[in-house]
């Protein structure tokens, strides 16, 4: 088991860092404090009554973390589930979640919500910290968080002065790379920051057909910041993402040849996979004395284009192309008292409030080809055909407004309590034809509105300074919408809710070297939202209501810091998530089956640390272990992922402005299916998948100033 060899492992290390140091006046051993935005204004993650795990930018760096998904395994009762291909990466967390163009865990960078999944999962430059917040957040953050969210936040560019990074990482599979940054004043109120980034590798599977890689991948990437702080009150902040990706194919073959021989496939047509996005963020704030006025104002845009062999077999079947492209623009302007100036209602009361809109519009436009071989389709047709299912374009547009109080009575009691409102008009015009017209066109014009409220309500008792009970309840809202292809009569869905129960306990020892938090949950779903296989279009999927189903569990999260250089880490999560009597997908009664993606419990045991050695030198490392239990990937439970674990170890020394490293990802080469889906009628087995990632090993070269 690789956790018996990981303790002897940790208990080398934690000596390792426990040897005395060169006599010098050193601070206190104590975890830092951590700051997160789970409820808009920052405040501290350990007296906030929401189960939050934050990913600084110090734990990216030593575990290497390159995407957001990577930084989501740290959260317990959270997995995402992607394919190698970028866009398609869909986070759930204890048990909630949806389909890349209605997620229920949006994520949000630098605060502004990525309204479809394919432009959330992006390459991590200058970041400061990622945050996973777990439960509803519907009362605050709105539509599609449901389930919760995950927060990127960007690194501010340096006011003290210039500073930057290159780091060169080389890898196994041909991974190549380079990350260089740098900011700085260019003025006494202005300064600004840029970098970028370039990353590839050859393919991990093989196409056995050509003898080629199928699943190779290229990118760049970059990032600029301008911050203007022209007073102590007032700062301005603008920054701009783009990123280039130009992908090979999936790596999707039947789940028994998966299973059979890993890394391989066979197909006559080999795809690609490409993305292009740039997004603008502009970020507005006033501290003033009793209020604090916030704006933030973003853009986004992506295109994806795809193609791939559809039937995934040496036969010359099915191919299909798949175009999409979308433009969003939000808005929010939010008010709140200003930090640590909340209303005085009386000697020992205080109010602390915020309240603020959010409107929003979304255009979604997409045009996917099938094209079948002759006679595919019929004997009777011997010539090619073209089905393109959907061209489709919807259109979105929103506005919510929300507001929420926070009332300490004393050092002891918190209560909490706050409501959105949240409106939604959605259009959509949807074509499916075939060329030549071997059957009749259908063609959708319609519209619809979807409004709702959420509430959330929560109280802290302060047991004792860093110890803090709490319980909340919330409700969750998803608006109903449209579905690009469907089966006739499926074209629309509608809303789906969920009331979140939740108690905790937060607290910290050992003074201040021990934090140790836990939490219960659990969740009831009316309306729910799933996406089942369409029967009419291979490889594509609908959103339906379901029915009900529930979801509950414990986590439990642990961080020490026993001696200097030395920092210990685990957390697990277990969720029990299942349909309720009565819900049927694509017809099928699936009451009391486990939800699709959600593990039976997640885990995550590892260390990290640091030591000098001599006067110029230092040493680190760090070692982890992830676990994931067994879940299913579809709503009947037919096929699934037994319970796995992937070792990562990375060490290296560090001389004043130089690092060296070397990294291994998965270094017991555990096998595993992270996805797979239902393909029937194609593919053998019935489902269709991709392997996880193999083995990985490399080095990292690196320079800072």
Known sequence: M???????????????????????????????????????EPAEAQRLPVSVTAVSKDVI????IGMVSEAAVLSPNTRVAELSARRVSNPFVRGIGSSPANPGITTFIDGVPQLNSSSSSIELLDVDQIEVVRGPQSAL???????????????????????????????????????????????????????????????????????????????????????????????????????????????????????????????????????????ATVLLRHEGKRVSVSSTTGYVFWSTDDATDLDYSPMPLMTRANAEDSRQFTQEIRLASAAGAPARLSDGAALAWQAGVFLFGQDYAQNAVNTFAPYVLSPMLPFAVDQHSPLAALNDTGLGAYGQGTLSLGETWEFSAGARVDSERKTATLDTFYEPAVAPPTAVDTRRTFTDVSPQASVAYRLAPGRTLYASAGRGFKAGGFNPASPPGSEAYGEEHAWNLEGGLKSTWANGRLSANAAAFRIAWDDMQLPVPNPQVPAQFYIANVGGAKS????VEVNARPGAGVDLFASAGVTRARFSDGSLAGGVDVAGNDLPNAPRYTALLGAQLSQTVGADYRCFGRADVVFSGAYHYDEANTEGQDAYALVNVRAGVRARRFVAEAWVKNAFDTRY??????????APSGFVGENGRPRTFGISVGFGF
């Open 2 to 40: 690789p956790a018996s060899i990981l303790f002897p492992l940790l208990a080398q290390l934690a000596a390792f860092g426990s040897q005395p140091a060169q006599a010098q006046t050193v601070p206190p051993i104590i975890l830092p404090t951590i700051v997160v935005t789970a409820q808009k």
């Open 61 to 64: 760096a030593a575990a290497g």
């Open 141 to 279: 953050f709105g539509r599609n968080t449901l389930g919760g969210l995950v927060s990127v936040l960007s690194a501010r560019p340096s006011l003290a002065g210039w500073e930057g990074s290159l780091a060169v990482p080389f890898g196994s599979a041909g991974a190549r790379d380079v990350r260089a940054s740098a900011s700085g004043p260019v003025g006494k109120s202005l300064g600004v920051g840029i970098s970028y980034g370039h990353g590839e590798r050859d393919g991990f599977t093989v196409n056995d057909v050509t003898g080629n890689l199928l699943d190779s991948r290229s990118a760049d990437f970059g990032k600029a910041q301008v911050l203007w702080v022209p007073t102590p009150r007032w700062e301005a902040r603008a920054i701009v993402y783009a990123e280039r990706a130009r992908d090979g194919d999936y790596a999707l073959n039947d789940l028994g040849e998966l299973r059979r021989r890993p890394f391989h496939a066979a197909r006559d047509f080999e795809g690609r996979t490409e993305r292009d996005l740039w997004s």
């Open 552 to 555: 509950s569990g414990l986590e």
């Open 673 to 682: 299916i992270p996805v797979a889906f239902a393909f029937a009628g194609v």
